[in-house]
């Protein structure tokens, strides 16, 4: 199956700061991707849709502001949690639709943010 | 919106035995449904999909079949391995949607 990346792979960052994650899509060009967010033993909870070109389309009740979602290539996509709090630490993964291809969503690794 | 929902949410087999997984889906305009398995700290890996021109779909020891009259559809693991043990998720989606609806997962244990 295609392969999408993500980086880092986990991060340990002081409340305040700010952390960006990177998610490509290695084999295929995505117009679409997606950031979520999972909870231990959790399922996973959408954030926002990330649109090449456009602005992202965020769920209900995610603060736009506060996660900077910036998609600037048919293959990166950038998710930047900005000042960061003990509370936004969890397991972001990232997924790509390969709509040219396969016409399915494959997921990257996953990024584990601990704000102290 | 579409609402998936899954179970159980928990599922214990003998090794060799097989296991499955149901899910039902809310919106008769959903026409895609993936499955992904995800290990502990992992992302999840698509498994196995099915469209909704198709009632079954095989590969090896993985299965989904649909059913579109009652909205719902599973997935059958046959001879089940100890490295068939992780949290498997069902999802629903269409082209209009432009996102995917995931259920809420299944933690499988495959005991040796």
């Known amino acids: 199956g295609a392969v999408v990346s993500q980086h880092p792979s986990w991060v340990i960052c002081k409340s305040g700061t700010s952390v960006k994650i990177e998610c490509r899509s290695l084999d295929f060009q995505a117009t679409t991707m997606f950031w979520y967010r999972q909870f231990p033993k959790q399922s996973l909870m959408l954030m926002a849709t990330?649109?090449?070109?456009?602005?992202?389309?965020?769920e209900q009740g995610v603060e736009k502001d506060k996660f900077l979602i910036n998609h600037a290539s048919l293959t990166l996509s950038t998710l930047t949690v900005t000042s960061a709090h003990p509370e936004d630490s969890s397991f972001y993964i990232c997924?790509?639709?390969?709509?040219?291809?396969?016409?399915?969503?494959?997921f990257g690794p996953g990024t584990r943010l601990t704000v102290l | 919106g579409e609402n998936v929902e899954q179970h159980p949410s928990t599922l214990s087999v003998q090794e060799g035995d097989s296991a499955v997984i149901k899910c039902t889906y809310s919106?008769?305009?959903?026409?895609?449904f993936p499955w992904y398995k995800q290990e502990l700290g992992k992302g999840p890996q698509l498994i196995i999909d099915i469209r909704s021109n198709v009632g079954e779909k095989k590969d090896q020891r993985i299965a989904v079949t649909l059913n579109k009259t009652a909205k719902h559809f599973s997935l059958h693991i046959t001879e089940t391995q100890p490295e068939d043990s992780a949290v498997y998720f069902c999802a629903a989606t269409s082209y209009n949607f432009n996102k995917f609806y995931f259920g809420s997962g299944t933690k499988l244990n495959v005991k040796p």
């Open positions: 919106d008769s305009a959903s026409n895609y």
């Open positions: 990330s649109n090449e070109g456009s602005k992202a389309t965020y």
């Open positions: 997924s790509a639709w390969d709509r040219g291809g396969t016409d399915t969503q494959y």
